[in-house]
């Protein structure tokens, strides 16, 4: 596409626009780790089955609050004896991660708590994060635009004219605020508790959405 040249007749402003908004996270997600540990292999399959299902069974029980739940990994490992010759085996051990991603502040406070007081359960999270299709998104591009707009009327009132028209807008890139790891918490449990604890109180962690817009315009020709 070829863009016309400023002239003195038609003068030309570049100006960048940016948007920036401070909200509420749309959705958290945990990643949760069942461990199994034993001498016999049947048995801490057995046991890592068991406990797998127990877990994802209470995530299910959440209902439409929970968004996505994905197993990410699984591993069953042998163990080496610490001394001995060959290739002895001492037991062996073996874990699931799972990832969970609710959209429900409330039930996540409940569901962490309840995870870690499984046995043998690792939770590590939350992460919190926006909806792609969130609408933070595109109001932080009409902020951008509407930045653009402001900018380039200034520099044309500081100069005694007025925008003619828009010649052209590009996107420069939106950055929506990623899950931060600083957030997040680890708890692991590796006995049964004598009462289920109570839920912790998460407080979720805003987050930040910004867009950036390059704009040219066209100007009357000012009386210099």
């Given at each position: 596409m070829t863009h016309p040249h400023p002239t003195p007749e038609?003068?030309?402003?570049?100006?960048?626009?940016?948007?920036?908004?401070?909200?509420?996270?749309?959705?958290?997600?945990?990643g949760v780790s069942v461990r199994a540990r034993g001498?016999?292999?049947?048995?801490?399959?057995?046991?890592?089955?068991?406990?797998?299902?127990?877990?994802?069974?209470?995530?299910?029980?959440?209902?439409?609050a929970v968004a996505a739940l994905e197993t990410g990994a699984l591993s069953v490992t042998p163990e080496p004896a610490r001394h001995?010759?060959?290739?002895?085996?001492?037991?062996?051990?073996?874990?699931?991660h799972?990832?969970?991603?609710?959209?429900?502040?409330t039930a996540l406070g409940e569901l962490v708590t309840r995870l870690a007081d499984l046995e043998w359960t690792r939770v590590d999270g939350p992460w919190w994060s926006l909806r792609p299709d969130?609408?933070?998104?595109?109001?932080?591009?009409?902020?951008?635009?509407?930045?653009?707009?402001r900018r380039a009327r200034e520099y044309a009132e500081a100069l005694g004219t007025s925008l003619v028209a828009l010649l052209e807008l590009s996107d420069t890139g939106l950055a929506p605020g990623a899950p931060a790891p600083a957030g997040g918490m680890r708890m692991a449990f590796a006995a049964e508790a004598v009462e289920a604890p109570a839920p912790l109180d998460l407080e979720p962690q805003r987050q930040t959405v910004t867009a950036e817009v390059a704009a040219r315009f066209t100007m009357a020709p000012p009386a210099l």
């Open positions: 038609a003068p030309q402003v570049t100006v960048r626009g940016e948007g920036r908004l401070e909200v509420e996270p749309e959705l958290a997600r945990i001498t016999d292999r049947a048995s801490v399959l057995a046991a890592l089955t068991s406990r797998n299902a127990e877990a994802i069974a209470l995530v299910k029980s959440y209902g439409e001995g010759r060959g290739e002895r085996v001492r037991g062996y051990q073996g874990w699931v799972l990832s969970v991603e609710l959209t429900d502040v969130s609408p933070a998104h595109a109001e932080a591009r009409r902020q951008a635009v509407r930045d653009a707009v």
